[in-house]
Each structure stands twice: as C-alpha cells, then as structure tokens.
C-alpha cells in the first residue's frame, strides 16, 4: 500500500467568525496531486499550513510522517509557491534567490549553487543577473517555483501556479511541473481551472467551504455522481415527442428545450437512461440523431460534487 505524503485529519482554522478549514480531511500520495475547488474553498489556507505559516485550531496535518504542530520540524520538507506575484523588484534574480538560501541557513558558496541548480531547472539561468521588475508574468511564476525548489523539498506547493498567465507560460509551467514529479518530488497543485490539473494528474482532492468533498483518481470521483441527478443532452428531430417520452421514465427527473433539435434531461440514473435511449431510438418511434453528457467532464463533477 502507498505511504501518503500528506494527511489531514479533521483540520480546522478559523479566522475570527469565518472558517477557511472546516474539518478537511484527507490524504495525498506520491506524485502530482491536484487540490480543486472554487477560489475562497480554503485551498490557500491549506497550504499556508502545510509550511508552517499557520497553525491549526483543531485537527491535525501531517508531512512526510511528521506532524505540523511538532516543535522541531524541518522547514525543508517543503517548497512553496505562493498565489500572490509579488517579488522584491529591485533585485535580480540570483539575488533574490541567494538571500533566501542566504536566510534558509545556507553559506555562501552552497547558497551560490543552489541557486543555479533552479534557476536552470526553470530556464531562467541565463537571465539571472536581470532585475525581477522587467520579468513577465510567466516568467516570475518560475522564480518562485525556484524559489520553492532551491532547498531541494521532498514536498512542492504551488498555489494556483498558472494563473492569469498567456498559453505558451501555461505549457511551459506544465512541461516543467512533469519534470519536476519526474525527480522524484511530490507536488501539491491547487487550481480552481479543473483542466489544467487534469492534463497533470488522475489524482485530486476537491474542496469547498473549507471541507474534502471527493479525493482519489477521476474514475472513482465519476463513480460518485451515480446516484446524483446528470445532465443529457438529446438531438432529434422531435423534441416535443422525445420530451414526452423521457418524462415518463421514473429515473428522469426534468426536461427542457434548449434549442429547436434539442432535450435536456436530468436523469438519477445514467446507465439507465443511455440503455433505455438506445432501445427507444432503435425501436424507432422516434429519432435520436445525437446524445452527448452534458456533466461528462471534471468541472460538471465537480458541480455536482460540491452543490
């Protein structure tokens, strides 16, 4: 069986009358990990804790086997990346990098070469004697990957990385973060973009109000819609008569018209529905020209899970 990277059990956090963890609890193993959900579902606040920067109200986490509330532990475990793209921008970025090494505990000359060592894990080596304040906004996502990546953590966070960044930033950023799990490096990825996470990984946990709603591989999180009503969508040439018809099928729980050709049914059971359209356009009565799911993708899921 896998050892998890990480553990939540029941974490709680509270900022005054508001709670940013809600009795989340979960477990994250090797490799890449998508953290999903709507942006204010307490992704942040979970991280901030993973590194130390917050402590729990109730609950508890877990790193590698170590709790985060332990009085001695390692702040090189982990690597992270915040959201925010604020950087000292009268600095380079070698400086900015050694300060950090520099603060981090590290001398001189090791600080010097870990700091080239990511600054080429992030194609940035040949700009490091360039101020921050001229850097792009891909290009400052990667000095904090550096940053994170520097002291050589077991664990990487990234705090919805790709935000707000141009196409070409976004391949180059999940190019990178392959290669980075590749290592051997675990990585944490939050995002509220659910596809960018599913081009990375099979493996997320979804949050919202502060509360694991669904975690595992997409298959198993697919399977829990099962019992929960899915849109389909219908083109035919009979809307009216097809509509009919799907309403009188008790797993069928509402129909609309969307357009001229086509149905929208909600339906409690999908293998229900699709067997009973395959019988009913075979039979003929009446025509199906097309069928697509309408919830058959990881925002829907997602949607569903969470509403």
Known sequence: MTTPVVVAVGATKRYGEVLGLNGFTAEFGPGITGLVGPNGAGKSTFFRVLAGQLHLDAG???????????????????????????????????????????????????????????????????????????????????????????????????????????????????????????????????????????????????VANGRAIAQGDLHQIRDLIDSRPLTVEVTTGAPRDLGRALAGWDHVTEVSFPAPDKVLAQTRSPDAFYRSLGELARSGAIEVRGVRGVDDNLEAVFRLLAG
């Open 60 to 206: 508890t986490v877990s790193v590698m086997g170590r709790p985060t509330s332990a009085p001695v532990r390692s702040n090189r475990e982990v690597g992270y990346c915040p959201e925010s793209p604020t950087l000292y921008e009268w600095m380079t970025a070698e400086e900015f990098l050694r300060s950090l090494l520099l603060l981090d505990g590290f001398d001189a000359t090791e600080a010097r070469r870990r700091c080239e060592d990511a600054l080429t894990t992030v194609d940035l080596l040949s700009v490091k004697d360039r101020k921050l304040a001229g850097f792009s906004r891909g290009m400052r996502q990667r000095v904090k990957i550096a940053q994170a990546l520097a002291h050589e953590p077991a664990l990487l966070l990234l705090d919805e990385p790709l935000n707000a960044l141009d196409p070409v930033s976004r391949v180059h950023l999940l190019d990178l973060f392959a290669r980075i799990a590749q290592s051997g490096r675990h990585i944490i990825l939050s995002s509220h973009v659910l596809y960018e996470v599913e081009r990375l990984t099979d493996q997320i946990v979804m």
